[in-house]
């Protein structure tokens, strides 16, 4: 039956007689609706690359902005995907919510097919691809409601976890299916290399035919079977703590429908603040963190003013903003998640142009457009980061369960602030050298910690909002702070395109080691002092 109307996984009798079967269920189809949607959230990252390497007729900033479209978009649309599970019901949301995805990937697949396509229907469907980005706030609020407090760590980290292997899944697959021609002619012809790409296995040589195209067609494979899968197997909970009101399908694709297109506003209006008129924005150069914040607000108090029974439910999950610790856990929040996000996001193009080119004085000038012949192809690499830090994010979730929350995420932070540092010297040392490549090791070595440290802590911070958050906040809590994060797909991505462009990418990461900083000093007071509130919870 798609509609529970008992549930009460707290009752060890319930949990053990039925409730695990239940939950486990939903997880397991809720994990690959969520890698999809990654996937194409951030598959930008490795398009962009392989535009590069066919001579697509965008400068590298252009593109540095398509990672930066779909990052704002997708962190915006998760604000109100925090509030679909009650509103809509979790088998009603997931759905639809995936059965969207097909939108973005199927146009995606078209546009790549020429490569006179206009830049500017690269921006929209990077703007599309933000369904992928949303989706997280909703399965994490809905599997949240599905398992009891004592394993909600490793229920959350394994969803969070496995469905951030999206990123990593889609680093590997997509250069492979780029290789041959997966879908005959309908797919559409090869387009020659006119330098080197690669793929997991190896460097592809300049000359060698490619199907960047198969970048977008190929998830199609996967999401048909998945909104079949969440229709027939997935559940609504019609509790008073989760769905309480019964609203049919097609109601509920309306409402979410709605939803979504307010945030689209709100997110195309804040990226035409931002963006310079050589891309389609005003040219006003509003710094972004102010159009960040305008675009949260402007989104909130839209659907806030939505009227009818939509409009009071919002209301009352819109009490979480009158709890302190939702802007504690906010910030803590972005620290783990936003920094994993936005360095997934920006990985692969920062390896190709920090790397992929010689940095050599000509005429007394440093210039970085020369090609290197030694540099290491960034579809090889690509996937490690996002690799280790979605991998080990259950872990985080694990040993929080046993240890504490805020303990993890303090140590993971110390590490952070270490690591970033490291990455900053050696992406200076590499960006002022004619052979760049002999600081490829200690850069891939370090920036592979960092992953890994922001897994463990945003493992970690799941034990948290679960132990301090009442059971009907832990899951708009959760979505909240995800979108809040999330924003990391977009700013990290913009920071290293602008301090790539003043030949500085150093300064960025010493930015986000600063910002590291203030985080430790914020997760002690409100959760390691033995007076406060709640200690390592």
């Known amino acids: 039956m798609a509609d529970l109307k008992k549930w009460d996984v707290e009752d060890p009798e319930f949990w053990e007689a039925e409730g695990r079967y239940i939950a486990n269920r939903n997880l397991w ?29 965008f400068e590298k900033s252009e593109l540095f902005t398509l990672m930066a479209i779909a990052g704002l978009t997708g962190a915006t649309l998760r604000i109100p995907s925090s509030f679909f599970i009650r509103l809509c019901g979790g088998r009603n949301t997931i759905f639809f919510t995936t059965a969207l995805l097909m939108i973005p990937a199927l146009g995606t697949g078209l546009a790549l097919r020429d490569q006179s396509t206009p830049f500017w229907v690269f921006q929209v469907l990077a703007l599309l691809s933000g369904f992928g980005g949303g989706n997280f706030a909703s399965s994490m609020s809905n599997i949240s409601f599905f398992f009891p407090k004592k394993v909600q760590g490793l229920a959350l980290g394994l969803n969070a976890g496995l469905g951030n292997f999206g990123v990593t899944s889609m680093q590997i697959l997509i250069p492979l299916s780029m290789t041959f021609g997966i879908f005959g002619s309908w797919g559409g012809d090869p387009m020659i290399l006119q330098t080197a790409s690669g793929t997991l296995i190896g460097k592809i040589p300049a000359g060698t035919e490619t199907y960047i195209q198969n970048a977008g067609f190929i998830w199609l494979l996967f999401l048909i079977p998945l909104a079949f899968l969440g229709w027939f197997g997935m559940n609504n909970i019609r509790t008073e703590e989760v769905s309480p009101i019964e609203r049919g399908p097609f109601l509920s694709f309306s409402i979410i429908t709605g939803m979504l297109g307010i945030s689209f506003i709100s997110a195309v209006f804040g990226l035409w603040l931002i963006l310079p008129e050589s891309v389609h ?165 370090i920036f592979l910690v960092l992953f890994a440290a922001t897994g463990i802590g945003n493992g970690s911070t799941f034990r948290t909002i679960a132990m301090v958050f009442p059971k009907e906040q832990v899951g708009p809590v959760l979505g909240w702070t995800s979108a809040v994060a999330a924003y990391g797909a977009f700013y990290i991505p913009k920071v290293f395109g602008e301090q790539i462009k003043a030949t500085t990418p150093e300064v960025a990461l010493m930015g986000f080691a600063a910002f590291y900083v203030v985080c430790i000093m914020i997760n002690w007071w409100f959760y390691l002092r033995k007076d406060g509130e709640f200690y390592n919870p």
């Open 281 to 445: 924005g005003s040219g006003f150069h509003v710094p972004k963190e102010i159009a960040l914040f305008i675009v949260i607000a402007l989104t909130v108090s839209l659907l806030k003013i939505i009227p009818g029974q939509i409009g009071e439910s919002l209301g009352r999950q819109y009490q979480i903003f009158d709890n302190k610790h939702t802007w504690v856990m906010s910030i803590i929040y972005t620290m783990t998640f936003g920094s994993f996000i936005g360095f997934a996001a920006c990985f692969p193009l920062a390896i190709k142009v920090i790397f992929g080119y010689q940095h050599v004085m000509v005429d007394g000038v440093m210039t970085h457009d020369l090609a290197n012949p030694n540099g290491p192809s960034a579809l090889m690499y690509a996937w490690t980061g996002a690799f280790i830090g979605a991998l080990i994010r259950p872990v985080g979730g694990m040993i929080a369960d046993k240890f504490g929350g805020a303990w993890v995420t303090h140590i993971c932070s110390f590490v952070m602030v270490i690591s970033a540092g490291g990455v900053a010297y050696y992406m200076k040392a590499a960006y002022n050298s004619a052979t760049p490549e002999e600081y490829f090791v200690p850069f891939l070595l």
């Open 29 to 57: 189809i809720s994990i690959p609706s969520l890698l999809c949607g990654f996937a194409i959230w951030l598959y930008w990252g490795i398009i962009t690359v392989q535009m590069l390497n066919l001579g697509f007729p």
